[in-house]
């Protein structure tokens, strides 16, 4: 047993071979291979990519637009022409990238957490905080009731419902078809009625799922430069169509809210639309992505802060069309209606901001740790992870 303690080393034996460890024992680290290099890129959440972030701030400026151009397109056939292209894909971006996000999503506690203080806690202040506001301008006496979103929350519903249904559908074999089944049922369906929404939850759901289901190389796909070359003639005649459909259609398809028997429109014209709809809207977001730049900008920082954009510019529109703000004559012409597209756009990216997110953090993304009870296992989780740390 002393052999190996040999003065000289005449005498050693030879190493034995290596064995593999034992089942939950680590063993020694071995270099990393590119397919687990491109397996550890595709975790979300491990960096930040400016693409997303940039994605994000151009999809949240184009729904500020949207709203500053509502009460004025009824004015000009352009106008609504723009309105209604942008109205068809600038929410399905912003629904895609969020199911992107959500891919990770379970029912850990400390997701859960996070749903709740990122989603279900804004949700309650500012459903609470919008009719107190129209009371506060106007003096009517709206109610509260957290059962019928109010203008923009019901996008944070949504939100809430998709990411708790996420373990469906990844455990589902065909989850887009079946979402899309769901929402054409949805559009033949008026008794769902207004509660929570649920219309536009259903409608919006295929995008969503086709979120979780997309990997960072879908990504790469649309943002090569053939594509970008190519989306130009596809806006510009999807403009051409939007302006020959502003008289012949309802821009109330875009808004997925309703049935389609509330639309005035036979039941089975509901399906036909969602098929419809949604190939023009996978269709135009493909080429806004294309147009997305993928370095660092000035704005890319600002995507962090969209939800902050998208909640408090509905304050200032809702204001604007409670003093009668839009009814300015000057507005209503070509460069009213080019001055408060600039503004909007102005507005949301302020709103953005990193000053702005530190005001009113508290409403959007509260800690509340007195709120819920302590993880052990994510204690245990986070210790484990700070040794790895100080290892490596």
């Not at 894909?89 to 990238?97: G, R």
């Not at 506001?133 to 979103?149: A, C, M, R, W, Y």
């Not at 069309?321 to 990216?349: D, N, S």
């Not at 009113?360 to 986070?382: S, Y």
Request: proline share 8%; hydrophobic share 50%.
């Amino acid at each position: 047993m002393f052999d190996a303690a040999s003065s000289h080393g005449q005498n050693r034996r030879p190493l034995p071979p290596a064995q593999p460890p034992a089942d939950g024992v680590p063993g020694p680290r071995t270099p990393v291979s590119a397919q687990e290099r491109r397996t550890r890129a595709d975790r979300p959440g491990r960096q930040r990519d400016a693409f997303f972030d940039n994605a994000k701030y151009l999809a949240i400026v184009l729904v500020a637009m949207g709203h500053a151009w509502e009460p004025l397109k009824g004015d000009s056939r352009i106008l609504e022409a723009v309105y209604t292209v942008v109205y068809s894909f600038h929410m399905p971006a912003f629904i895609i990238i969020s199911g992107f996000f959500s891919r990770s999503f379970d029912m850990r506690p400390d997701r859960l957490k996070r749903l709740i203080t990122g989603v279900v806690v804004p949700y309650v202040l500012f459903e609470s905080a919008y009719p107190l506001f129209k009371n506060l301008v106007t003096g009517s006496h709206e109610e509260i009731t957290l059962l019928d979103p109010w203008y923009l929350t019901w996008f944070l519903v949504a939100l809430f419902v998709w990411r708790l249904t996420t373990p469906v559908w990844k455990l589902v074999r065909w989850p887009l078809p079946l979402a899309l089944g769901i929402a054409m049922l949805a559009t033949v369906s008026p008794a769902i009625g207004d509660d929570l929404d649920l219309q536009r939850v259903l409608q919006f759901l295929p995008y969503f799922v086709l979120g979780l289901c997309m990997r960072p190389e879908h990504f790469h796909l649309v943002r090569r430069r053939w594509v970008r070359t190519a989306s130009v003639p596809v806006f510009a005649a999807a403009l051409a169509v939007g302006w020959w459909a502003v008289p012949r259609m309802n821009t109330a398809w875009f808004y997925h809210r309703d049935a389609a028997q509330e639309l005035g429109a036979p039941w089975w014209c509901g399906p036909v639309m969602t098929l419809a709809l949604m190939g023009c809207s996978l269709l135009l977001t493909a080429c806004f992505f294309a147009w997305v730049p993928s370095r660092t900008t000035w704005f890319t920082a600002l995507g962090a802060g969209t939800l902050y954009g998208y909640l408090l510019h509905g304050f200032l529109v809702k204001l604007g069309g409670y003093r009668g703000w839009f009814e300015q004559p000057w507005l209503h012409r070509p460069f009213g209606e080019i001055a408060m597209t600039v503004l909007a756009g102005a507005v949301v990216t302020v709103l953005c901001t990193r000053p702005v997110q530190r005001v009113f953090r508290f409403a959007m993304e509260p800690k509340l740790e007195w709120a819920f009870r302590q993880d052990a296992a994510a204690q245990a989780r986070e210790r484990q992870k700070q040794r790895e740390t100080v290892s490596v």
